[in-house]
């Protein structure tokens, strides 16, 4: 094995990894992620009920619930004003469409 094999080896081992600072930055994107991991488990794990219009209302408030996360996520960590207000006028609408679907649903039971 050659020595600059083994240097170049041994630097990246050494600055492998996200450093402090750079994770602190994309701690929001971090956070999104994990929402979206999550929300994904959520929809996946979902029983479905056979009732194809009631499933699409339970996954599509899931799918919902999830871009309200990741809009209030973008509110508070992205730096963008064009992103913030498009996150804002998101949330507006979701809201209003997991209301419909609230209502919906509450009619099958």
């Given at each position: 094995?050659s ?13 492998s ?8 930055k ?5 956070d ?31 799918h919902?619930?999830?871009?309200l ?14 992103m913030?207000?498009?996150a ?17 649903l509450?009619?099958?039971?």
């Amino acid at each position: 094995m050659s020595s600059s094999f083994i240097t170049i080896a041994n630097a990246e081992t050494s600055t492998s990894g996200p450093s402090h600072e750079h994770m602190e930055k994309n701690a929001g994107s971090h956070d999104m992620m994990d929402s979206m991991k999550m929300g994904m488990e959520s929809m996946q794990n979902m029983e479905m009920s056979g009732d194809v219009d009631k499933d699409f209302a339970m996954t599509m408030k899931m799918h919902h619930q999830q871009a309200l996360d990741m809009a209030k996520m973008e509110i508070a960590h992205g730096k963008s004003p064009e992103m913030k207000a498009m996150a804002k006028k998101i949330m507006s609408a979701q809201k209003k469409e997991i209301a419909q679907f609230d209502k919906w649903l509450a009619k099958q039971k």
